[in-house]
């Protein structure tokens, strides 16, 4: 069994950095694509970056594009969300997720290991 366990969170103010962390168990975590999604009070969970299994590739959603930069470490089976130049619309409760192959998804449905989620608030 897979478990994803996200660190980081916690109350940032508008124009602040923070770092996401994904410690994943296993000893596969290099075969595999990883993602960052989030959820906003009363919205649906939304994506926000994905990375490939040897960290080549990545996609992000258009409003985080040059603000956040997702990346990996392989020999730490860990996975990052560096957020910079937060905003309040950032705030959401953000997951780690394990894609079904290698690639850098940006469909939900492409993962299917998520962690518990980690809180992120921004304030103005």
């Known amino acids: 069994q897979v478990q994803l366990v996200e660190s980081g969170g916690g109350l940032v103010q508008a124009g602040g950095s923070r770092r996401l962390s994904c410690a994943a168990s296993g000893r596969t975590f290099n075969s595999y694509g990883m993602g960052w999604f989030r959820q906003a009070p009363g919205k649906e969970r939304e994506f926000v970056a994905g990375i490939s299994r040897t960290g080549g590739s990545t996609n992000y959603a258009d409003s985080v594009k040059g603000r956040f930069t997702i990346s990996r470490d392989n020999a730490k089976n860990t996975v990052y969300l560096q957020m910079n130049s937060l905003k309040p619309e950032d705030t959401a409760v953000y997951y780690c997720?394990?894609?079904?192959?290698?690639?850098?998804?940006?469909?939900?449905?492409?993962?299917?290991?998520w962690g518990q989620g980690t809180q992120v608030t921004v304030s103005s």
């Open positions: 997720t394990r894609g079904v192959g290698g690639g850098a998804y940006q469909r939900g449905n492409d993962y299917n290991y």
